[in-house]
């Protein structure tokens, strides 16, 4: 489950940072994905009240 | 009963996230405006929750020049001349009705002092979100007259979550059934009056859908078909109230106080609390959680405006690179905000459709603001319920 952040979506509330077991996600203003750290687990996907983190493709 | 919740937590924006061993929040800054008094806190009572509120001492103090002032303080701070002025508009904000004009222009009329001016935007800024030339004397007026009679905030034991957590005992314990995971995807309407909605590919019967997700949104599940043109402008013409929070780690108390602290000279932040000072176990121990809130206005580049925060707070506290550690910056706009309507544009809970209403923080009876607005609104709305036919 490769997380895409679709940035138009995001309005940096940071929901999804602390459900991050990798601790890849950070926020100020909209977040950003460590794709070194991240490991895919999809976890940010569903924690995301603005539908603004997708696998990829979807 | 059943309650749809797309997210896998319940609580939407009022709820505890924990992050470092502090418990942020999803929205809120852990404040119930009236503490015990408003209709939230009455709400909680009523339904046995136990949720213990800590009232906030003081409820509010003001940072001018560097030094502290207490809200009766503040008439020392105006000239002579001045301070007759300041008189009156304390006696019209226990008295007086207001009108369309904004809260900025009435006190402007008034008494036109830079000081003044900023204290409103603080004040507004930290209660709503917006500033004062945004809001409606009427409004204002109303709201502080509710203050007046209710009394000022207060702080929830364990934290806005424990308010959640209560909530959804009384649910359950009710026999409701919430179901997390489960986006709402449409609602069935049948001759102007709802059947049902869907969920998951499949469709639920109910003869009355209470939705907090917003008026516009709902409408959008509805279909726009079901609904008149100038309807469906009226609810996509809100105006939302947005912010930014800043949460803070901290290894002594900055504030020292469970009451707010309004910023009017600070570039952005209107407002901090800390909420610690009440419930310590909103930090790991000896730890203290500060939040600062600023008004967004949507357009800016929110990057800049983060960035004049962390600045302010550094000004404020200048021993703040030695004690605080910046744990998260929150924005909240564009659908997320942290007031669905701004205050002050006022909207009931029924629709043009029977047996669909709307509840939730677009929601709010004239005067109240944030969840106690809430609260106000949802015993609107099951007032109506209880009246419905069907
Ligand atoms: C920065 C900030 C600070 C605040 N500080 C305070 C404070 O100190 N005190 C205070 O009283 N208030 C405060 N508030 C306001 C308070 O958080 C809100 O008034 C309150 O959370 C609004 O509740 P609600 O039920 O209307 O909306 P929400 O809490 O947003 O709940 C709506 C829920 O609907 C869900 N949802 C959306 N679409 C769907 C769908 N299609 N299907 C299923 N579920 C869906 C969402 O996931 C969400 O959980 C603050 C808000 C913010 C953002
Ligand atoms: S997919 Fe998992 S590891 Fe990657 S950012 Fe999201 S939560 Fe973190
Ligand atoms: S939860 Fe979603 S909207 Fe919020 S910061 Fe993360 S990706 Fe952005």
């Known amino acids: 489950m490769i997380p895409v952040l679709v940035k138009d979506y995001c309005i940096g509330c940071g929901h999804c940072v602390p459900f991050c077991p990798q601790e890849a996600i950070t926020v100020l203003g909209r977040a950003e994905i460590d794709g070194e750290t991240c490991i ?19 | 009963m059943d309650i749809f919740e797309k997210l896998p937590y319940p609580g939407g924006r009022f709820t505890n996230l924990e992050y470092q061993g502090y418990q942020l929040t999803t929205g809120a800054l852990h ?8 209709p939230l806190g009455t709400m909680l009572k009523e339904l ?49 009705k207001g009108g369309k004009e904004s809260y900025r222009d009435w006190v402007k009329k008034r008494l036109n002092n830079r000081l003044a001016l900023e204290l409103s935007d603080s004040f507004c800024g930290w209660t709503l979100s917006i500033h004062a030339d945004k809001l409606s004397s009427r409004e204002f007026l109303a709201i502080t007259s509710n203050f007046n009679r209710y009394r000022g905030p207060g702080i929830p034991e364990g ?6 957590r209560a909530l959804v005992k009384v649910i359950e314990e009710g026999g409701g059934n919430i179901h997390l995971e489960s986006k709402v995807t449409g609602i069935q ?16 019967e109910f003869d009355v859908v209470v939705s907090n997700i917003g008026p516009k949104a709902t409408v959008e599940l509805c279909g726009e078909e079901a609904f008149s043109p100038d309807y469906v402008k009226s609810v996509s013409n809100i105006p939302e109230a947005a912010g930014i929070k800043i949460s803070v780690a901290c290894d002594r108390p900055m504030l020292g ?12 932040i209107d ?39 962390l600045q302010d707070l550094r000004e404020l506290f200048p ?32 629709t043009p459709v029977r047996g669909l209403y709307n509840v939730g923080d677009a929601i709010k009876p004239r005067g109240w603001v944030e969840t106690e607005g809430v609260a106000a609104g949802v015993k609107a709305a099951l007032e109506r319920i209880d009246a419905y036919g069907g």
């Open chain 1, 40 to 58: 895919e687990c999809g976890i940010c996907i569903i924690y995301c009240p603005n539908e603004a983190i997708q696998e990829d493709g979807g």
């Open chain 2, 31 to 38: 404040m119930i405006p009236h503490a015990e008094n408003g």
């Open chain 2, 48 to 96: 046995g929750t136990g949720v213990r509120i800590i009232p906030s001492h003081p409820p509010g103090l003001f940072r001018i020049g560097g030094r502290d002032y207490e809200f009766r303080q503040l008439k020392d701070l105006f000239s002579l001349r001045d301070k007759v002025k300041v008189a009156s508009i304390h006696a019209m904000l226990k008295l007086g």
């Open chain 2, 159 to 164: 934290g806005c979550g424990a308010v959640t």
């Open chain 2, 189 to 204: 309407l049948d001759g102007g009056r709802v059947t049902g909605m869907d969920c998951g590919g499949e469709s639920h």
């Open chain 2, 257 to 268: 106080h469970t009451g707010a602290l309004f910023t009017p000279q600070a570039k952005r």
């Open chain 2, 271 to 309: 407002g901090l609390n800390e909420v610690t000072n009440a419930d310590p176990s909103l930090a790991p121990e000896g730890k203290h959680l500060l939040m600062s809130h600023q008004t967004y206005e949507p357009g800016r580049d929110i990057r800049e405006e983060i960035e004049l925060g």
């Open chain 2, 319 to 350: 021993d703040f690179d030695r004690h605080c550690r910046v744990l998260m910056v929150q924005s909240y706009h564009n659908g997320w905000p942290v007031n669905r309507t701004m205050s002050g544009k006022l909207m009931g809970p029924e």
